[in-house]
Structure formats: structure tokens, C-alpha cells
């Protein structure tokens, strides 16, 4: 292909679906992704209130089999991923060398000796690359499975109900980051509890030829408790609130786990050595001695909305970097997540603000999350 072609983008199994429901499409990591239906702040109240239907078939699975696929993981991720137990998930993340975040990504146990890693869109070749890098010299197979899956969210306090209705499933026993194989209206399916937008939900992985009759199937099941589709523009404003990163924004090869404020997540305590697991020592002992910036919450006082790459400001100083922000639908304001020098982390920290155009407009710190279901 000459270098003046355009790069066909990747539509997913249900393209036709969401043109059809008449959704703005946008490109995402090289797919062609609905951004919105209609009005992306009912789509967010939706989720919030009710239940939000989601293609998420651009994320990237990745299968590990085989004898040492545990041992692998250990080796190429920064979790403890041979403590998880079948049926169960865990977030982690895999780092460079140098301890930078390549990605992070939720691994699902699906058997002793087989997992789902599940990556960002934008990182899921690089994270391929690296694991299949990473595989040398273990008895386990790394395995693209990127085309084998469409998925489907299904997030909100009414998705328990819904999904009910529509399989025989354990769900009131499917504890949060837990998947178990199930059948969903007539579908064979991963069934997993969890999601990216704060609320309870499900994620469906099916095969691309089953995701047209769930979809629909779901749609019929959720017309009675308000179910909408919904697109990526709610999907980001959903998990902001939320305080989850996102990787590009949040996250990056820039940082490490404990600049992020993640450091939990690295697993010194397994055994073996891992990737990154000597320069993650010294990240975290920095972070013990010299605290890096903190990831804090930025409330506006105004109506401005802060945008990333905007610069935070107290005493006429630049003290940290907008990395997410947004109108936020739940609270009625604008809301940033940004990093900020540890002096100025601390809830209601007075004189801060953030650069928009030359204003300095005032904000308040505040602890992350923005927003938490009530239980």
C-alpha cells in the first residue's frame, strides 16, 4: 500500500446497527465508533439512572494457553496473575523496561492454564508485540484474538435485571471482576461483571456473528427499564466522574505505576523476576522519599471547561497539568482530573486554578472520585 492511501478503518460487527439508530460516528484508534446517538448527556443520565447499551468491540483480546501461561503473565505484567483464581479478573498493567505504562489491561482467568488479556484499541498491537516478545522460552502460546470477539456492554442499575431476563446465569453470585461462560438470549458468551463507567454492569464477549441478534435482543429486553445505546462521548464523561484513567490521557510510557498513583498494582512480592520490576523498585522508593505529582479532582467554580494539557496554576506558579476534562452531567459542572505537585493536593487547597485561555479560573480540589454508586 502506497504511503499516499488512505488506512481503511475497522468497523465492528454491529456498524450497520448503530447506523441505522442513526449514531454520529467517529474514528477511534483506527475504528469506526459511535460517538453518540442523540444527546450524549441523556445517554449519561441513562447509564446513571437506568441502563446504557454499549459496543465495545474495538477493544483488543489477546489469549495466553498453554502450561506456563501463568508464569508468562507474571514475567510480562506487573500483577500477580498466577494468584488469580478461574473465573476471576484483575487489573493490572504491563510496563517497558524502564517502568513506563504501555497499557493497562484486565486480565481474565478462564481456566488454569488459559487467560484473556484485555487491551486499550489504541495499544492492543503494541501490547501483542510485547507479549509475544515477552513469551520466549515459556510453554505457552500467545494468541491474537482480536477478531474472534465482539463486545457488548450492558452498565447501569437496572443491567442486573435486564441480563436476567435473558439467561439462567449465576448473575446474583458473579462477584464485581468476575466472569463465568454462560448463554445470553441464545448466545454462547463470556459473561463478565465489569465496565468503565462507575456504575454495576456486565461486558458481553461474544463472536462477531452473534452481536447483531444480542445487541438487539438486549434492546427488546431494556425497552421497559429505559435501556439507550450509547457511544463513546458518554462512555468518557461516565468514567471520568468515575476517576478511572485513561490511557494517553492519565496514563503513559511518561509514567510509571507510582507517578500515576497505581503503584499498587506492581506485585513485588511474587516470585521470579518481571519486566520493569528493577526500575519500578527504584520508581517506588523515589515516590517514598520525593512524592511525584498526585492525581487530583478539579471542580470548577465557573462554567469553563478545562481541557487536557491545560496547565494548573496557585500563587502565579504552574503546579500541575490538566490530563482529562469535561461538563460533567451528574454534578452540573465542569470537572478536570489533573496531576498536580503534592503541596497543592490536599482536598480544598486554596488559590488553585487552571490556565483556560490566558484566565486563570478558580477550581477546587477534590478527592477522586467525582461520583459514587450508592451500593
Sequence with gaps: MSSTEPIQ???????????????TMTDFAGWDMPLRYGSERDEHHAVRTRAGLFDLSHMGEI?????QAAALLDHALVGHISAVKPGRARYTMICRA?????????????????????ANASNAQVVLDALVERSAGFDAEVRDDRDAYALIAVQGPESPGILKSLTDADLDGLKYYAGLPGTVAGVPALIARTGYTGEDGFELFVRPEHAVELWQALTKAGEGA??????????????????????????????????????????????????????????????????????????????RVPRAGYTV?????????VTSGAPSPTLGKPIAM?????????????????????????YEVVALPFYKRQK
Excluded: W
Design 313 to 321: 496554576v496557585a500563587g502565579g506558579e504552574v503546579v500541575g497539568e
Design 226 to 303: 429505559g435501556l439507550v445505546p450509547c457511544g463513546l462521548s458518554c462512555r468518557d464523561t461516565l468514567r471520568l466522574e468515575a476517576g478511572m484513567p485513561l490511557y494517553g490521557h492519565e496514563l503513559s510510557t511518561a509514567l510509571t505505576p507510582f507517578d500515576a498513583g497505581l503503584g499498587r498494582v506492581v506485585k513485588f512480592e511474587k516470585e521470579g523476576d518481571f519486566v520493569g520490576r528493577e526500575a519500578l523498585a527504584e520508581a517506588a522508593s523515589r515516590a517514598e522519599t520525593n512524592p511525584p505529582r498526585v492525581l487530583v479532582g478539579l471542580v470548577a467554580e465557573g462554567r
Design 98 to 118: 524502564d517502568g513506563g505504562i504501555l497499557d493497562d489491561l484486565i486480565v481474565y482467568r478462564l481456566a488454569d492454564t488459559e487467560f484473556m488479556v484485555v
Design 63 to 67: 489469549t495466553v494457553t498453554g502450561p
Design 9 to 23: 478503518q475497522r468497523r465492528t460487527a454491529l456498524d450497520a446497527v448503530h447506523r441505522a439508530l442513526g449514531a
Design 338 to 362: 489533573a496531576y498536580v505537585d503534592a503541596a497543592h493536593a490536599a482536598p480544598g487547597t486554596p488559590g488553585v486554578g487552571v490556565d483556560i485561555r490566558g484566565s486563570h479560573e478558580p
